[in-house]
Structures are given as C-alpha cells and as structure tokens.
C-alpha cells in the first residue's frame, strides 16, 4: 500500500475511533486520557495530594484527567517540547527534560519537592524505519527511568509507554531494579493492533540497581 494510502487510512480509523470520538464528546485533549483513567481506575495512582510530574505532556490528555481526579488538591507539573495550552492546576513547561535546562525549570517547579507519581506517554519522532523508532523509544524511556529513580519519593510510583519488541525485556529488568513491584498493563483504550503497554513501577527500592 502507498504512503498516501496508508496516511487515508489510518485517518479514516481515527476519525471513526470509538475514543477519538468519545474525546471530542467529553472536552478530552487526546484519546489517551482514557487509558490513563483506566490504570487509575484499576491501580489508584491519582490521588488528592498527589505530586506528579508528566514527561511529554501535549497535547494535556493525562494532564486533564489528573487535574481532575486530583480536585485541584496537589501540584502537577508537565514537560513537553511541543507547545500545549495552560489548564487550571497545570504548571506547564516546554523544554527538554533529558536536557540540563529542562531539569532546572523542573527542580524550580517542584520547589524541592520529592514527587509521588511520574508518567510518560512520550514517543519519539517517527520516521518509519521500526529498529530505528524502537531504539529511540527505548533511549527515551531510560531517561525517563532514570529521572524518576532520582526524583520519586520512597512509596513513589512510576507509568510509562513503552513498545514491545527489541529492548522490551532488558527496560523491564531495568525497572525491577529499581522498583520492587513491576507490572504491566494494556487498557482497553490501547488498539489492538498497537504494541504499546503500560508498565507501573511501585515502590522505589532503597539502593536502585
């Protein structure tokens, strides 16, 4: 099938997406905000209090639905590259948080404060050649690793997006060296053709491998 055709029809899925429509119906920024309510539905992670940090905000799906589930008790603050506009209880930042400003301007945000909950929903730039895309996803999602072993508090949690394939196995030992409890979650609002999946990290360990 040719680019232009595939482009067709992917946007003919999406526009039909059950999600994408019940986003639109709800005032959600993205269709994703419901695989976030989902985990949270099943694993409780957002709570009145809550810090949290969200890497690769934009367009604000999961920003929104912690806003809510939070009842503007807490503090949420978000990075992203791209741009994404304000919402009530959101300190957003657009910066790179792999990058030694973007740190800063999180360090400021968070006033010294240790996080309880970091989430990312990030993807690299796709560019179509998959061992390609997988290594950059997986380059991401150790930096993403990284920064929450430093940042979270002890009970902490951690969920991000990741790609099964190559890589899949090793970031899941590298996150049960840090975490004690690792699972892995695939809500239904995730297609099923995709080969994304959740992993929830839960309680930091005391001396991360």
């Known amino acids: 099938?040719?680019?232009?055709?595939?482009?067709?029809?992917?946007?003919?899925?999406?526009?039909?997406?059950?999600?994408?429509?019940?986003?639109?119906?709800?005032?959600?920024?993205?269709?994703?905000?419901?695989?976030?309510?989902?985990?949270?539905?099943?694993?409780?992670?957002?709570?009145?209090?809550t810090i949290l940090v969200d890497l690769g905000c934009a367009p604000g799906g999961w920003c929104q639905?912690?806003?809510e589930r939070m009842k503007g008790n807490g503090r949420?603050?978000?990075?992203?590259?791209?741009?994404m506009t304000g919402m009530n209880g959101v300190t957003f930042i657009q910066g790179d948080f792999t990058a030694t400003a973007g740190l800063e301007q999180l360090a400021t945000a968070l006033d010294g404060k240790a996080v309880d909950l970091v989430l990312s929903d990030m993807a690299p730039n796709i560019t179509g050649v998959i061992v390609a895309d997988q290594a950059k996803s997986y380059d991401l999602a150790e930096m993403a690793l990284e920064f929450a072993a430093e940042r979270l508090q002890p009970n902490g949690s951690f969920l991000?997006?990741?790609?099964?394939?190559?890589?899949?196995?090793g970031y899941m030992k590298a996150m049960r060296g840090v975490f004690t409890k690792v699972a892995a979650r695939k809500p239904k609002a995730s297609r099923d053709r995709s080969r994304?999946?959740?992993?929830?990290?839960?309680?930091?360990?005391?001396?991360?491998?």
């Open 76 to 83: 949420i603050v978000g990075i992203d590259l791209l741009e």
């Open 65 to 67: 639905v912690a806003a």
């Open 1 to 49: 099938m040719k680019r232009q055709a595939k482009t067709r029809t992917w946007h003919q899925q999406h526009v039909n997406d059950f999600y994408v429509k019940q986003s639109v119906e709800q005032g959600y920024r993205s269709r994703s905000a419901y695989k976030l309510m989902e985990i949270d539905d099943h694993d409780h992670l957002l709570k009145p209090g």
């Open 160 to 169: 991000i997006k990741v790609f099964q394939g190559a890589g899949f196995e």
């Open 196 to 209: 994304e999946v959740y992993l929830l990290g839960r309680g930091l360990k005391a001396n991360p491998a």
